[in-house]
């Protein structure tokens, strides 16, 4: 097996790794990127619409905060928020003097990239700059298991390319590999994006937290045979949202806020799936809206659903698309993981963002919290001296399996439909035992999967066995709270329940099991 050695490695070149890697590289380390993709494709960032909420002209830091615990719903962990205020405005101050084309907005900063991967300006920023500082970057990896022991971080990757499987020693990691949106059959994510990263961080001894709330979008293209496409409240609030029969949805179930998408995104989202699940698709009929309207979205996403979907021709067809995990890995301020030389950022971590994530928060947290992690990941390499150990990697090595390399396909279209129906918007006991069954099943089928095979479908194996336990992780937290609160709805546990739950489910592995406690908030 070859080995290769850096200070530091991150894990990740969305936003969160891309900073980290300027921040540890910024403090003398030799850095290297390890990523499934290369120049940050397949990442959120790219995808995302390139907005960064912070306090900036019209906007105070006392209202950015009130609107982040507003959205978390008293879960949020005060001491990350206070770091996301207070880091906020020089992190978006700092991007724009490294080039980024962009303009601000009410105190948001919007990148200006091309639609609809706005994101795509943000990640040619960040890589030219960590380019200039000399961080060094390896694609074409899909990351197996993470081996922590004495001070030293190993990582057991597989080169699809090659097909091969290579190491990379470090005295410091930062993980940014992003969430897990592509679980669910609906998904506005990258299709790779399947949480591996929360299940790596486990299985090294990180502890995750919050992993039940998930994020939805309310509106996204439900067309059959066409790709999803989030439509944004700019051009959804103007138009009619209506049943087959032709009910009004809000006035149906007295959904007062507006734009509803915006201020009751968790109830419209439960809304459009009570009637989906009833047998009735649901429309957004846009053709009321005037061409100056249009031409009012500045984002270019007007010009897409007129081109693309046709949508001044005939009403859209739309349903929810999973979007954000706002729990993960357990850091600090300074994004350590309570495991010596291991670091986090970005939406593999958890307790920023309580029960649901504010607008704009995700790419702001990216830069700060990245930032953070690489410079606390530089000064512990700097600080220690471990042994290389020639063990690590042969003890982490995953079984090769003892069946075929067939059948990944369909055991990765059956998890997300479990995941879409299980533990999705509208979440039962009944459904989430049924589905910890089910995907219990799946991830022991995947772990028997061989890896014997083709480059590319040992890829696909790694990616399902990792996907299948953060999968159980989720479904599992959802079962253990039993009330609604942010992200998060159970119809049998309809109200929020401060009494018994305002708190936090943390799990690790105690003699490799899942040990859940709850931790008041």
Not at 445 to 465: C, D, F, G, W, Y
Request: proline content about 4%.
């Amino acid at each position: 097996m070859e080995r290769f050695s850096s200070d530091v490695i991150i894990i990740g070149c969305g936003a969160a790794g891309l900073r980290a890697a300027i921040g540890a590289a910024e403090g003398g380390q030799s850095v290297c990127v390890l990523s499934k993709a290369s120049h940050g494709l397949g990442t959120c960032t790219v995808m995302s619409r390139g907005h960064f909420a912070g306090a900036r002209t019209g906007w105070t830091a006392e209202q950015h905060r009130e609107s982040t615990l507003r959205a978390g719903k008293g879960l949020n962990r005060n001491e990350l928020v206070d770091t996301l205020i207070q880091d906020a405005p020089e992190r978006l101050d700092e991007i724009i003097r490294w080039g980024l084309q962009g303009v601000f907005k009410s105190g948001q900063l919007y990148a200006m990239g091309p639609p609809p991967v706005w994101g795509r300006e943000i990640v040619r920023c960040l890589f030219e700059k960590a380019a200039s500082v000399g961080v060094q970057f390896r694609s074409g990896l899909t990351m197996a298991r993470i081996g922590v022991r004495e001070g030293a971080v190993e990582v057991l990757c597989y080169a699809v390319e090659r097909g091969e499987w290579v190491g990379f020693f470090s005295r410091a990691l930062v993980l940014a590999t992003g969430g897990a949106g592509a679980l669910y059959l609906r998904h506005d994510n990258p299709q790779r994006m399947l949480g591996e990263g929360y299940a790596l961080a486990l299985e090294a001894g990180a502890t995750l937290r919050d992993m039940e709330f998930f994020q939805f979008l309310p509106l996204a293209t439900a067309e059959p045979g066409r790709p999803q496409f989030p439509i944004p409240s700019t051009i959804a609030s103007r138009g009619r949202l209506m049943n087959a029969r032709g009910e009004e949805i809000l006035e149906k179930y007295g959904i007062l806020e507006r734009p509803a998408d915006v201020h009751a995104r968790d109830r419209l989202s439960q809304a459009l799936m009570y009637e989906i699940r009833n047998g009735d698709p649901v429309f957004l009929d846009l053709s009321g809206i005037s061409e100056q309207e249009w031409m009012a979205d500045t984002l270019g996403s007007g010009t897409i659903l007129l081109n693309r979907f046709r949508a001044k021709e005939a009403p859209l067809r739309v349903a929810p698309t999973a979007h954000f995990c706002t729990g993960g890995v357990c850091i600090d301020p300074k994004g350590w993981t309570r495991v010596p030389g291991l670091y986090a950022a970005g939406e593999v971590t958890g307790g920023l963002h309580g029960a649901n994530r504010m607008a704009g928060n995700a790419l702001t947290e990216a830069l700060v919290f990245g930032a953070r992690a690489g410079k606390a990941a530089s000064l512990w390499a700097h600080q220690i001296s471990p042994e290389r150990s020639k063990k690590v990697l042969e003890e982490i090595m995953p079984s090769l399996g003892t069946g075929t390399g067939r059948g990944c396909a369909g055991l990765k279209k059956r998890l997300r439909k479990i995941l879409w129906e299980s533990g999705g918007i509208l979440k039962s006991k009944e459904g989430l035992l049924q589905g910890i069954k089910t995907t219990s099943q799946i991830r022991d089928e995947a772990q028997h999967l061989s890896l014997k095979t083709a480059p590319s479908e040992v890829q696909n194996i790694i990616e399902l066995q990792l996907g299948s336990k953060t999968a159980i992780l989720i479904l599992q937290a959802a079962l253990r709270r039993e009330e609604s609160r942010g992200a998060h709805f159970r119809e049998d546990f309809p109200a929020e329940n401060d009494h018994d739950w305002c708190g936090h489910l943390e799990v690790s592995l105690v003699q490799d099991q899942p040990a859940w406690s709850f931790i008041e908030a």
